[in-house]
């Protein structure tokens, strides 16, 4: 059964960083993974990709140039390194492969001064 466990978030001030980790578990194949976020009341969005096959990455354009995500293969681990956050980073902070998955407990991040 393909699970994620998301942990890192936290209360941050604007300019901040934080690292988010997620532990994916149910697969042994190297996968595309991903990091999503949601507000309340809006829509789950793409943040980062990780192609599994390349590592190419890829950003939202409003995370770009402030987000880095990452993987530790050995220990099936994706990390989202967050910095210069800003108010509307504010969200809870998912992982998954391409969004196709049962989705974890997640992780919230809330950026306030």
């Known amino acids: 059964q393909v699970q994620f466990v998301e942990s890192g978030g936290g209360l941050v001030q604007p300019g901040g960083s934080l690292r988010l980790s997620c532990v994916a578990s149910?697969?042994?194949?190297?996968?595309?993974m991903s990091w999503y976020r949601q507000v309340p009341g809006k829509e789950r969005e793409l943040v980062a990709r990780?192609?599994?096959?390349?590592?190419?990455?890829t950003y939202a354009d409003s995370v770009q140039g402030r987000f880095t995500i990452s993987r530790d293969e050995g220990k099936n681990t994706i990390y989202l390194q967050m910095s210069s956050l800003k108010f509307e980073d504010t969200a809870v902070y998912y992982c998954n492969r391409v969004g196709e998955d049962p989705w974890g407990q997640g992780t919230p991040v809330t950026v306030s001064s």
């Open positions: 990780i192609n599994g096959v390349t590592g190419y990455t």
């Open positions: 149910g697969f042994t194949r190297v996968y595309t």
